[in-house]
């Protein structure tokens, strides 16, 4: 086997990694919009998008840019120092959020989320509700806010006082929801769960929830947040809520850097200034490459019209992924889009789709999710057209042949 090859490499990283993450797929070198090359030189459409992270996809020229004229002025500081571009994503953010508020920038969505749960401790209050099947990261503040018992429970005892809800029950949530809950954590759209969308009414009703019992609302946005849903913000987005939602908390993460570590957490009005001067801190987070990045996917978006293209390309995925009739379910908008198929093969859908040149990515047994970059092209989506049914053949065939053997 020569050095370089997809197998060389995957040899290498069993020795050298820990299996955190089970065998690696493949050995990526690069990338260009909604494609990326393996170590072997085979193509691939990217419908996974480093799960919701490559926004402007692969090698973006705007990115490319702006992370390399930062990296020659100055990457990092310390937060002892102020730097332009922290402070101008920050107020980016909030414009678009539309409210006042403050943020604190970290490296990652379970950071983020970390930050937020310790912001909620400053009402005085320590109960957190939050929905089964919710996704919210991995350390222990981050994973005691998440629902999955084989993430859990090889951890516990985590941090206490949260408290689980079916996902979408408004009901349910009112009934968990008393004076002495400080928060109710949500995602907007459950991502890791596959997709699941809310009822429409689900967010509004939670806020009014929250706010009768002194609660704060807090969205985790780590996933839907920055276009992905087709509009800044997924709790803005009318195809998700009827309503308006002004959330006290909003974590970020993934798409907000387009790739390089960024998070944030975000809370409106009198919420942001819950934290005091040694409070919580970070060494790297909100550092000015990371800032740079993020304001050059902002822009990026805004003068690209990224937003309504995704929301045009989301609709021709989920007409490409439905057509087959072994499609038994299709959710989402914009470009976070999920679907459910008719036998538990899904892990065999993702191996006949990498065969046939597709980064696919199974959230359950019968389930798939598909968050490719926002430039995701008509062109990727027709090659998907093209060989979605001969996918999903190749699949149900592989798991027929194994389940005789
Ligand atoms: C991915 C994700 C996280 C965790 O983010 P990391 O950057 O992996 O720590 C938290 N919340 C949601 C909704 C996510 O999708």
Known sequence: MSESTTGAWGARYSDALMNTFGPPKTTLVRGSGARVVDADGKEYVDLLG??????????????????????????????????????????????????????????????????????TRRTGRTRVVVAEGGFHGR???????????????????LPGDVVFV???DAEALAAAVDTSVAAVLLEPVQGEAGVVVPPADYLVRAQQVAHDAGALLWLDEVQTGIGRTGTWFAHQNPAIVDGTVVPDIVTLAKGLAGGVPIGACIATGGSGKLFD???????????????AAALAVLDTIENDGLLAHSVALGERLRGVLGADPRVTAVRGTGLMVGIDISVAVAPDVVVAGQDAGFILNATGPDRLRFVPPLVLTERDVDDLAAAWAGILDAAYAAAADGADA
């Open 277 to 291: 001067p040694g409070n919580h801190g970070t060494t790297f987070g909100g550092n000015p490459l990371a800032a």
């Open 50 to 119: 480093g799960i919701a992270v490559n926004t402007l996809g692969h090698a973006h020229p705007a990115l490319v840019r702006a992370v390399a004229d930062q990296a020659a002025a100055l990457v990092h500081v310390s937060n002892f120092f102020a730097t332009p571009p922290q402070v101008r994503l920050a107020e980016l953010l909030l414009q678009l959020l539309g409210t006042d508020g403050r943020v604190f920038f970290a490296n990652s969505g379970t950071e983020a989320n970390e930050a937020a749960f310790k912001l």
């Open 139 to 157: 350390t222990m503040g981050a994973l005691a806010l998440t629902s999955k018992e084989a993430y859990r429970s090889p951890f516990e005892p």
């Open 166 to 168: 079916p996902y979408g």
